[in-house]
């Protein structure tokens, strides 16, 4: 529409939008010159404005600015963090506020800023209101730094705690060590095997503590041979699920701390020859999808990770909001969920 139409016919920022195929959000952040819009889409909407003649109403601006957190991940791409992601961008649908994801940095070194405040600058100069951190950890340098650019902060299953006004959100991770375990020694298991993730995770520490605690209480002895540590993985589970099979004692039942390191188990199983459950039973913890599409299908602890997602937003909102939390450390429950790779013990 040529710019020098009547006023009726004035184009409005929604034909903006509509004309280069993004939401009137997006269209306001070029207008308005935010950074984070991808550069072909900046493209866009530019070509769209001169088209047809969009002009900017005086005095006011065209639409009220989108509001944007960040929500950083150290894997983008496991099922764990797309559950997550999930119940996150659900609350935040519900709130109008757009969620931008993306990884942790690899690097807070470069550039002029001090390590420990070039994230949180970054954010708050990118207009960001918040911060959502997965399973990831940080540093006190780090937490301090968003303390100092005013940044609300809230992890969800943090691998530590810097300080304990640090925001968090996570499950009842030891119940659940102790429900996957007695789970096991009531099918009559007693040498059980645990899987565990990274020794610095708070919460893989507190299924390990769960673990212990089911064995004590039914008179077994915790065997450290038996404990083995690793990244909440895949090839993790592959590997130490070998390392407790090729035992000259090997046990009859492990607790994987994580889905997918119980599923790299199940595989080592298969490649010595031994059947899920019948020669070993196995659990796992979270209930991500891959775990009722495994074969055979995983026991498992489940945790909430949708409402663990949607819980850290709304806590976040009412951060940003000013508000002062009844409590700093939110635990959502798990239970356990029987499938089929766990049967009594051969023999009992």
């Avoid at 016919?9 to 929604?14: E, F, K, S």
């Avoid at 757009?98 to 690097?107: E, I, K, S, Y």
């Avoid at 800023?113 to 990118?126: H, Q, T, Y």
């Avoid at 909102?317 to 790779?341: F, K, P, Q």
Wanted: aromatic share 4%; net charge negative; glycine share 10%.
């Amino acid at each position: 529409m040529p710019a020098g139409s009547s006023a009726t016919q004035r184009a409005t920022l929604a034909m903006v939008a509509e004309a280069a195929g993004v939401s009137l959000p997006t269209a306001s952040k070029v207008l308005n010159g935010r950074g984070d819009v991808a550069a072909a889409t900046r493209t866009r909407v530019e070509e769209a404005v001169r088209e047809l003649g969009y002009v900017p109403q005086v005095g006011r601006r065209s639409v009220t600015p989108a509001r944007v957190v960040d929500l950083v991940f150290d894997d983008l791409v496991s099922p764990y963090s797309l559950e997550v992601l999930r119940g996150v961008t659900d609350a935040a649908a519900e709130s109008g506020v757009d969620v931008v994801v993306g990884r942790v940095p690899a690097d807070e070194g470069n550039g002029p800023l001090a390590p420990e405040d070039g994230w949180a600058n970054r954010l708050k100069v990118s207009g960001r209101e918040g911060l959502i951190v997965v399973t990831s950890e940080l540093s006190l340098a780090q937490v301090e730094g968003f303390a100092r650019a005013r940044l609300p902060l809230v992890v969800i299953d943090p691998l530590n705690l810097p300080r304990v006004e640090v925001t968090s959100v996570g499950a009842t991770n030891w119940s659940g060590g102790l429900a996957a375990t007695e789970h096991l020694l009531s099918l009559g298991h007693r040498r059980i095997g645990f899987v565990g993730g990274p020794v610095r995770a708070s919460c893989g520490q507190a299924r390990l503590h769960g673990y212990r605690a089911a064995l004590e209480k039914a008179g077994v002895t915790p065997d450290p041979a038996l404990m083995l540590h690793g990244p909440f993985s895949y090839p993790s589970g592959l590997e130490l699920g070998g390392r407790l099979l090729d035992l000259p004692e090997r046990p009859t039942a492990i607790f994987a701390a994580s889905d997918a390191s119980a599923l790299g188990v199940v595989e080592a199983a298969r490649r010595r020859g031994l059947r899920v459950p019948e020669e070993l039973s196995v659990v796992g913890f979270d209930d991500t999808i891959m775990a009722s599409l495994a074969t055979p299908a995983l026991t498992v602890v489940r945790q909430p990770l949708p409402d663990m997602g949607r819980v850290a937003m709304r806590t976040l909102l009412r951060l940003i909001a000013g508000e002062t939390l009844d409590s700093h450390h939110v635990e959502l429950a798990t239970n356990l969920v029987v499938r089929d790779s766990t049967a009594p013990v051969s023999g009992a």
